[in-house]
């Protein structure tokens, strides 16, 4: 995988622009599907690593913004378009704390567009600019979505760890070479 990045004034700002900060994302996810009570099974100090930092708005924009893209990434994951996962996801969005409920119609927009094949993120910035409130509604929706479809597996990890696989030959292939690449 590459290397995160990590705040560095140095990163590639056109990369986080466009499809926000990847690693830090799907870290993110990760530990909160480990546990929602990262104390519960000793994984507090990398959580807390995760979240530091967090408070930063433009660190917000570029997880929330790979959260987005995530959600594309996922549904490309799923055979059919489980629309009824939408009303599902809104409920459980809106249960969690820090989630105002006027951001809760785009995110459910948001997601109809995925399932609809449109781009999740340029649907969303088509009605405006994204308010730094609504990127916690899309990192709990990507959340989701991951675990919809490991369970959809019957394999933990197993969409998370898709995409990964996925970014990493798209990072390492050899665009100018011949040859197609070997399927997934």
């Known amino acids: 995988m590459p290397e995160p990045i990590d705040g560095d004034p140095s990163a590639d700002r056109g990369y986080l622009d466009?499809?926000?900060d990847l690693e830090t994302a799907i870290g993110l996810i990760r530990a909160m599907k480990r546990t929602s009570d990262p104390v519960a099974e000793g994984?507090?100090?990398a959580f807390m690593q995760?979240?530091?930092g967090m408070g930063d708005p433009q660190r917000i924009r570029d997880v929330g913004v790979a959260c987005m893209n995530l959600v594309d990434m996922l549904r490309v994951l799923l055979d059919d378009n489980p629309f009824d996962f939408i009303p599902a996801a809104i409920r459980k969005i809106r249960a969690?704390?820090?989630v105002p409920d006027?951001?809760?119609?785009?995110?459910?927009g948001g997601l109809t567009?995925?399932?609809l094949n449109q781009s999740c993120r340029t649907w969303r910035e088509a009605r405006g600019?994204?308010?730094q409130r609504e990127f916690l509604a899309w990192t709990y929706a990507a959340w989701f979505?991951?675990?919809f479809i490991d369970f959809a597996a019957e394999e933990r990890g197993y969409a998370l760890n898709t995409v990964e696989r996925l970014m990493e030959r798209v990072l390492t292939q050899d665009l100018d070479g011949p040859g197609d690449p070997e399927p997934v």
């Open 50 to 52: 995760l979240v530091a």
């Open 145 to 147: 979505l991951a675990d």
């Open 102 to 108: 006027e951001v809760l119609p785009d995110v459910a």
């Open 129 to 131: 600019p994204i308010p």
């Open 43 to 45: 994984d507090q100090e």
């Open 113 to 115: 567009a995925v399932f």
């Open 96 to 98: 969690m704390e820090g």
């Open 18 to 20: 466009e499809f926000g």
